[in-house]
């Protein structure tokens, strides 16, 4: 009898865990632009995991190779995802004839650099990415190397535009000449569409992340994503566009980019938060926009120093500053972007990882991660801003029948912040997702206290006092593997008799 119950409960208990499993994991393959959370690294500065192709690696000059490549990243994947990072953005892969962030010497659209692999290593790399739900873009340039085959061929000579200070260098701020591909002619426009095809076919990858987007005629852009998406309608094509351009956004969402990046956006962001005490009123303005959600948000971007550096030199501990900053990228409309090393607050433009680092940062990110990738409101829900008052903030995320609350406290004091409840719903209970915080109504208020420089992230819920159903769950399932327990060592003293 004992054994008919034993083989009718745990099936049950069993499928019921597997459906909610079922439901989570279904959920996870619809995800939409907005769901994304990004992880930006340049593959020579991440990690070495393959001594064989350290040639001409000198890691004490900022302009030679450092020795990172495919095969470091690959090794690496558990980390990126542990932090919940759902995409990564791989900086230029193409051959170089220099090492070069930004792409200004490449030499080659169909060969990766040397310095980091194989085709089918980086191939390798993107299945080991998908295998754990990580999609993966890659930078495109649109500048080659001075030394490009084209430069010397008089036959050649109308597929690029030399012009002084054309391409910033990354690796040492200085402004230098490079050419830039001349996208108004027909052969080199093929050219790049058929470049852009080829590591689509070859190699799987999920997108191209391209720069001064606004820079290049608007019709070579609509034939080449309408080509290449062709290829796969899903695809991610991010675009880096100058202010006055990014006001035309739904006119480049038409022609078919996914999403755009405005650097000038992450100079504000820098502002409010590399000291304490800075107002967040303009930046949760802006969070009420239609198109927010499609932009993507990030304290870094190449043509500037570190966000660290800059706490640095304003006499700030870098996790202190780090963490409101964070919560701000995770918890309001757009896609995140994280710079490789941001994690350990790195200092320097593009230094070797180092991952012996405090993991306090990295832990807290981690939190950030699994409250973004769980709760929908946070990705896709209409943004509320409560409470605002010199940098302590109170918003909402409302999506569907789910809502976040975010206490987001800037300043350098811990604050007290009472929210009435009409704004928020009576009889409703705050969970913190960060902190474990409760907070429930009490004379028609919901009151929490903040410290200086952190914040809660909280799932609101209808307070019903206890939930039996939870209670029996949970006194139930003890019970139940304790009698299997007693079964199985019984029948097993009854044998040994």
Known sequence: MLRRWMGMVLPAFLILFVNAAAVFAAE?????????????????????????NDFTVNTKDELSYHG???????KKLDYIQTMGFTTIRLGVIFDQHTYSRS???????????????????????VKEAHKREIKVIIDFPLTISPEHPWVNDPTKQNRFIIEDGNESNQENNQSVTSPKLNMSDPETAQYVLEAAKWWLQKTNIDGYFFSQVDQIPESFWSGLIKKIKSENKDLYIVGEFSEKASGNFQAYKNIGF???????????????????????????????????????KSMDAPSFSRFTNDIVAANQFPGDRWEPSLTYLFTTPGVPMIDYGSEIAII??????????????????????????????????????????KGMAVYTRSYKNETTFIALNNTS???????????????????????????????????????????????????????????????VIPIVFLILYFYIWKRGKNKIA
Do not use: C
């Open 258 to 296: 996914t999403s755009l990046f405005v650097p000038s956006t992450t100079l504000k962001l820098r502002d409010s938060f590399k000291i304490p005490n800075q107002p967040l009123t303009k930046l949760t303005q802006d969070d009420g926009e239609r198109d927010s959600a499609y932009l993507i």
């Open 103 to 125: 792409g200004a010497g490449t030499i080659d659209f169909y060969k990766p650099e040397e310095h980091y692999g194989t085709l089918n290593e980086f191939k390798q790399l």
């Open 68 to 74: 990172g490549d495919f095969q470091g990243v690959s």
């Open 413 to 475: 004091k811990n604050q007290e912040v009472i929210i009435p409840a009409n704004k928020l719903g009576s009889k409703k209970q705050l969970i913190g997702l960060l902190n474990n915080d409760l907070i429930k109504e009490q004379n028609g208020n919901y009151s929490f206290s903040i410290n200086g420089e952190e914040s809660e992230i909280y799932i609101v819920r209808d307070d019903r006092g206890i939930n039996m159903l939870n209670v029996l769950v949970i006194i």
């Open 348 to 389: 320097g433009d593009d230094p070797m990882m180092d991952f012996r680092a405090d993991p306090d940062l990295i832990e807290f990110i981690e939190k950030l991660g699994r409250a973004r990738n769980h709760y929908l409101s946070l990705t896709r829900g209409d943004f509320t801003l409560l409470y605002e008052n």
């Open 28 to 52: 996870q393959t619809k995800r939409l632009w907005q769901d994304e959370s990004i992880y930006y690294l340049v593959v020579d500065r991440f990690f070495n995991g393959d001594l064989s």
